[in-house]
């Protein structure tokens, strides 16, 4: 159980990564107990690992050792002058959503207003970090994700809108673009004078990304490429004037001599000639944005636009979603902010049976265990936003991890705020039934939750073959060889475990630690997610209590809460961290008394 939903409604089967909870069996509890005469015992440091192994938390669930360096304690990277251009940016970006973009309007002319476009340009929302040298605002990606919250907050349309012209459309251009194309592409895409789009989708190919059959032919001179093929459901589609485009190349192998196809990445401006696109897509959400299919008609690009080098185009699509899937968790978190101050306003004026339905216990747990999900979605997404911005190249598996878990935090929040809000949330002059509606899409863009779970586990999988021949040959064949690779995953995770409580509790506040220091996971078939969702709660929690932030003890509710929350996965937890029926009235009626509004972000997110 999640949160009091199945695992099947959250999308987390009983067999998760491919062995079931009975698998594993009970694991027996394991304590520390203090020595009378020695005190307690020192915490033991995690084990060194040597150089070049992944500091990934999640790659070392897999490989059986606990990776803490991006975990604990949590990260916090922004300068004083980061924090000061951060406050410097909420305030403006957030009066703008709320006085001059209007949903409703969006959503009925299924376009962003013009008025909100020339606005979002003047704030220079579509440069958040295009670098300064050529025109953006230069934000790190913590800074990028605290203002994405805002936008999730109150516009989804407008979100994709500006998400897919930086996130995607021309994110390959900062990873991989030479100096001359930046030069060239950045100055006009910062200001939105020029709008990106993404394209990779075709009409035979989704989630398999390898079999686009978009081509791209060299010339005889070798001065340009001719580019043909159909791109379908692309966001800007009918915007943007730069196109990031996948196409299969003829690539010579320099082993053989022969000639294989392989995906190139190319820049491609509508300017270009034979590019068109179709009209605007009719879709279930997210109807401000703009949608449409593009056809490629015997363009001539340029050799000099192809972007990651000739071969690298799978390479270049795959770090691109990796390196905007953090956004799209900050977007979800900004999105339940919402929703819970919706559902709390309605609670507290409504009156049933003589009294405001704020104080009837099953509304107090929904909005409890709605702030839950919220939090460790936030918590998420400003820690995987940390990680990157110190430089940490292993979060691939976390992000992904943050993907699924915001999406579909997210639609829970939202059913649930309907239910809370009854009749009148059904309405369509309330907003959130179009709430509703845009957040089904963010559980099928950018992976596809259900192949985002093969990711999460194979690239685990990824981990051992490295250092085991039979896992090595087994994924060759992933799914003809499960056995295998659970049963060595099993093994390694089981070790894992084992090897936790030695050193967990030296980085945890002492308000968090369980009695008797017990720390040790009972079944392990949502591992991934849901130890990794357990992770970042209680080293927020830990750092907000030990810096005495106004937050903290409503902090430590939220994380200890969560702990019980997914107790079926942790084990000797249950009644370790107290009884927590008592303290879902805590917790959601600490939101009713602050209006839907306390702790605005919980900390130093460049709040004003």
Not at 415 to 438: A, K, P, T
Request: proline content about 5%.
């Amino acid at each position: 159980m999640i949160l009091g939903f199945s695992d099947d409604f959250l999308g987390f089967p009983d067999d998760f990564l491919g062995f079931s909870d009975d698998f594993f069996g009970i694991l027996p509890p394991f304590s520390r107990p203090c020595s009378p005469k020695l005190g307690p015992p020192r915490p033991r440091q995690p084990p060194q690992k040597p150089r070049g192994e992944s500091k990934s938390f999640a790659v070392g669930m897999f490989l059986g050792r606990l990776n803490a360096e991006q975990v604990f304690p949590y990260p916090s990277v922004l300068t004083e002058e980061q924090e000061q251009t951060l406050r410097e940016l909420v305030g403006p970006l957030s009066r703008f959503f709320e006085e001059v973009n209007n949903p409703f309007k969006n959503d009925a002319l299924e376009k962003v207003e013009d008025e909100t476009m020339k606005g979002l340009k003047e704030l220079g929302a579509f440069g958040l970090q295009v670098p300064l040298e050529f025109g953006g605002l230069g934000l790190n990606n913590t800074q990028y994700a605290r203002l994405v919250q805002i936008v999730g907050q109150h516009d989804l349309g407008v979100g994709i809108t500006l998400g897919a012209h930086q996130s995607i459309g021309f994110k390959g251009l900062l990873l991989y673009g030479t100096p001359p194309q930046k030069e060239k592409y950045l100055p006009r895409l910062a200001t939105g004078e020029w709008v990106a789009a993404f394209c990779l989708t075709e009409p035979g190919s989704g989630s398999d990304a390898a079999s686009i059959r978009t081509r791209a032919t060299p010339s005889p001179c070798g001065s340009f490429w001719t580019l043909d093929g159909e791109k379908i459901w692309i966001s800007n589609g009918g915007l943007a004037e730069l196109f990031t485009v996948f196409a299969q190349t003829p690539v010579r192998d320099e082993r053989s001599g022969e000639s294989r196809e392989r995906i190139t990445a190319f820049l491609v401006e509508r300017g270009f000639g034979g590019v068109t696109h179709g009209p605007s897509e009719k879709k279930l959400g997210i109807r401000a944005s703009n949608t449409t299919s593009l056809h490629f008609d015997s363009v001539r690009v340029p050799a000099q636009n192809v972007l990651g080098g000739l071969g690298g185009g799978f390479k270049v699509a795959m770090n691109i979603l990796n390196n905007g899937r953090f956004g799209m968790a900050a977007a979800m978190a900004g999105t339940m902010r919402g929703l819970l101050q919706a559902a709390v306003a309605h609670a507290s004026t409504r009156t049933q049976f003589g009294a405001k339905i704020h104080k009837f216990g099953a509304i107090q747990e929904k909005l409890a265990r709605m702030a839950l999900l919220h939090y460790v979605t936030e918590s998420m997404a400003f820690m995987i936003s940390a990680n990157m911005d110190r430089g940490d190249p292993d979060f691939q598996i976390e992000a992904a991890i943050s993907k699924i878990f915001g999406s579909e935090a997210a639609w829970a929040v939202a059913d649930e705020c309907i239910q809370i809000m009854g009749g009148m949330g059904f309405m369509q002059e309330q907003g959130v039934e179009r709430v509703l509606r845009d957040l089904r899409i963010f559980r099928i863009f950018e992976g596809t939750n259900d192949i985002l779970r093969l990711f999460v586990a194979l690239q685990g999988f990824q981990g051992l073959g490295a250092q085991l021949r039979g896992v090595q040959a087994a994924l060759r064949d992933p799914l003809g060889n499960v056995g295998v690779l659970t049963g060595e995953v099993t093994r390694r995770l089981r070790s894992w475990i084992l090897g936790v409580p030695g050193w967990i509790f030296g980085v945890l506040n002492p308000e968090i630690r369980p009695k008797e220091e017990q720390f040790a996971l009972k079944r392990v078939a949502d591992a991934a997610i849901d130890v990794y969702a357990m992770a970042v709660v209680l080293s927020r929690a830990s750092r907000s209590l030990n810096s005495g932030l106004p937050t903290a003890q409503h902090e430590r509710l939220l994380a200890l809460s969560w702990c019980q929350e997914v107790k079926p996965g942790i084990s000797g937890i249950s009644g370790e961290f107290g009884n927590f029926g008592g303290k879902f009235g805590i917790l959601g009626g600490i939101w009713v008394d602050f209006g839907g509004k306390f702790g605005e972000f919980w900390g130093d997110f460049g709040e004003n």
